[in-house]
């Protein structure tokens, strides 16, 4: 038998309260930072190999950022600690020694909302190559949990303004928190006061010629140089802000509501003043107005960790809606 066949495993999602009503099955409700991923496994198992390749997958680097942070911070709990409250973490992957290994992925089987990720092996070795063989899935649904979660904190005070909407024909949720510093006729810019700095938004259309697909990068920094020159200047006469020269943005191709999708992660920065930051730029097809929408956030918080601000600033951007589908 291969090694291939030995491992054919089934992953399943299961929704532990599906074959009861809401009514019969109490669970409290989920804790935790966002971000977080709590790890079941023994004190052995995370000081070896295991535990060292736990770290590395989940807690890779978060894209984007001027500074390394990881995409989830992990928080380790030993078998005979995992109870009562240390249950009710948000995301949970544990690790446990049994004679048929395999992935299993639970939704809330100890509180709301909860994923369970279990995996099983007859040794760490089995457990690492099961691991690895679904990082993509676990991350994926860590990720979507904490989106989910997100937006629900967000909801608790949405904005009512409706300009984003007048202007542009569609919508975006965001917290009460921001507030519309410039409103021109085809730009608006939203802030956020933090710890130390600020978040932005900012929105605007540019004509389906202005990106070149043959040269995707040099147009993207084009416009985002030109839009920064023009509507968000530094603190300094003559500044104004622009993409980092020193570091090559991600680029990425996606969607949003089945609209083709261009996705840039990098860093800003200003030009003729010293200041720096992360941002996440999405330009979305409109074909029905043959236009590209743009909606990007930003952050300045000098000294501080950003993976978070950043994540909230995506999270909005992804509850982008068309009002008019004509």
């Known amino acids: 038998m291969t090694k291939k066949i030995k491992y054919l495993l089934f992953i399943l999602l299961i929704n532990l309260s599906c074959d009861q009503k809401a009514s ?6 989920s804790s935790g930072n ?17 535990g060292e390749q736990t770290r590395n997958i989940l807690g890779a680097i978060y894209e984007g950022l001027p500074i390394d942070e990881p995409a989830f911070d992990l ?3 030993e078998p005979k600690h995992f109870n009562d409250f240390t249950r009710q973490a948000r995301n949970i992957i544990e690790f446990a020694i049994d004679s048929t290994p395999g992935l299993t992925m639970y939704s809330d089987p100890y509180a709301k909302p909860q994923v369970l990720s279990q995996i099983k092996g007859l040794d760490p070795d089995e457990m690492i190559f099961l691991l690895e063989e679904n990082e993509k899935l676990i991350k994926g649904v860590f990720t979507e949990n904490e989106v989910k979660e997100k937006r629900r904190r967000i909801s608790k005070a949405l904005s009512k303004d409706r300009q984003i909407q007048n202007k542009f024909n569609f919508q975006i949720k965001y917290p009460s928190a921001y507030k519309i510093i410039k409103d021109t006729t085809n730009f608006i810019w939203l802030q956020k006061s933090v ?3 600020h978040l932005n938004l900012i929105v605007y259309t540019i004509a389906e010629s202005a990106i ?3 040269n995707i ?7 985002r140089d030109s839009i920064g020159k023009i509507y968000i200047p530094g603190r300094l006469n003559g500044s104004y802000m622009i993409t980092e020269k020193a570091y090559r943005p991600y680029y990425y191709k996606t969607s949003l509501e089945n609209k083709k999708t261009l996705l840039t992660k990098g860093t800003w920065e200003v030009a003729n003043d010293y200041m720096a930051g992360p941002f996440v730029n999405y330009i979305i097809e409109d074909k029905t107005k043959k236009r590209l929408l743009v909606i ?3 952050a300045f918080a000098p000294s501080v960790n950003k993976r978070d601000y950043m994540f909230e600033l995506e999270t909005i951007i992804k509850s982008f809606s068309l009002t008019d589908r004509d």
Do not use: A, C, D
């Open 34 to 50: 966002i971000n977080t991923v709590t790890v079941v496994m023994s004190k052995t198992f995370w000081n070896g190999e295991l």
């Open 75 to 77: 928080k380790h709990i």
């Open 24 to 29: 019969q099955r109490y669970v409290p409700e």
């Open 195 to 197: 710890m130390k700095g």
């Open 217 to 223: 990068s040099k147009s993207i920094i084009k416009i």
């Open 212 to 214: 070149n697909y043959k």
């Open 296 to 298: 990007e956030g930003f």
